[in-house]
């Protein structure tokens, strides 16, 4: 693995997905769009011209001079938080940032560059770890999400083998590739990271996990155990209430899964398989009525999933 590539995935990690990218023409008529908005239009244009001339220390020199006169100009913050940028002064471009966003979250051009120097810090400190310890469990970690975010499986696997033999108690990356081998219906081996993840550290992620595997082997009754687990560090996740009250089906408590899942309906209510597997718990109850609304509305959320109206999917 290549200094060059684990750079450029810290990049694409940090930025790809998060704001877009635009073009610099794009850029450009953003600039120049909300120029018109500014405290002092007039300072900021020429601020404009001394960035867009390669000049980065003469725009922020005007920068700070307008800043002077009105701390509180979002737009020229930054103004100069890109100066600093062009000066590869990353950190202070951050802070700059950070104050334009107390002063107005929703300015678009803060939050942009924002993601943009975030890119820049995370692959300065990837840069230090990777020279420190290029083999180390963090950086193949970083790797393995980044090939798994790119639709490369295989790859991310190898990644991730080798951080666990780097750090075998890496917590994080027992659970990441326990999901990455759930995902893929390797139940087995997810199952197997999990138990190591619980050993290390009993989490959420951890029991929720091996529920599901549990589950999909048909260990109902300890499947159940996991659910129930999982749902003492978050009772608000729907799909825990799901996992379980399936489970809890399969194995004859038909009232007990009707409570689970009902539970899963008012948390995540647009989810059609919560309601079709709520129905046959309502069936098993000897509640027609009950079990046919709950199979009209898994109906009707079918008919919007048709309608590209997707509903919420589990995760």
């Not at 635009?22 to 120029?35: E, L, V």
């Not at 048909?218 to 729907?238: C, I, W």
């Amino acid at each position: 693995m290549s200094l060059a590539r684990a750079v450029w995935v810290v990049c694409w990690i940090a930025v790809a997905g998060a704001i877009g990218v635009s073009s610099d023409a794009g850029q450009r008529t953003a600039d120049a769009a909300s120029a018109s908005r500014r405290v002092d239009p007039g300072g900021a244009q020429e601020v404009f011209k001394a960035l867009y001339s390669g000049d980065p220390d003469r725009a922020l020199q005007l920068a700070q001079e307008s800043l002077k006169q009105h701390p509180r100009d979002a737009p020229m913050l930054v103004l100069a938080a890109r100066a600093h940028r062009a000066r590869s002064e990353h950190a202070a471009a951050f802070d700059l940032l950070e104050r334009a966003l107390a002063i107005d979250p929703q300015n678009a051009d803060a939050l942009y560059f924002l993601g943009i120097v975030s890119g820049d810090l995370a692959t300065q400190a990837f840069s230090r770890v990777y020279a420190l310890a290029p083999d180390s469990a963090r950086v193949h970690q970083l790797m393995a999400r980044s090939l798994k975010l790119q639709g490369n499986p295989v790859e991310a696997a190898a990644e991730y083998e080798a951080a666990l033999r780097a750090d075998p108690k890496l917590l994080d990356a027992l659970l990441e590739y326990g999901r990455l081998r759930r995902e893929e219906s390797n139940c087995v081996e997810a199952q197997a990271l999990y138990e190591r993840a619980q050993r290390v550290k009993a989490t959420f992620d951890g029991a929720y996990g091996l529920g599901v595997c549990l589950a999909a082997q048909g260990d109902h009754p300890h499947a159940v155990e996991m659910f129930r687990q999982a749902l003492t560090y978050d009772s608000g996740a729907a799909a825990a209430q799901f996992g379980l009250g399936s489970s809890l089906l399969r194995i004859g408590d038909a009232a007990g899964a009707a409570a689970a899942l009902e539970r899963a309906a008012q948390l995540a209510p647009a989810v059609r398989e919560t309601y079709y597997v709520l129905g046959r718990a309502y069936q098993q109850l000897g509640q027609p009525a009950r079990a046919q609304q709950a199979f009209d509305r898994a109906t009707a959320l079918a008919r919007a999933e048709r309608s590209a109206e997707a509903p919420l999917k589990l995760p």
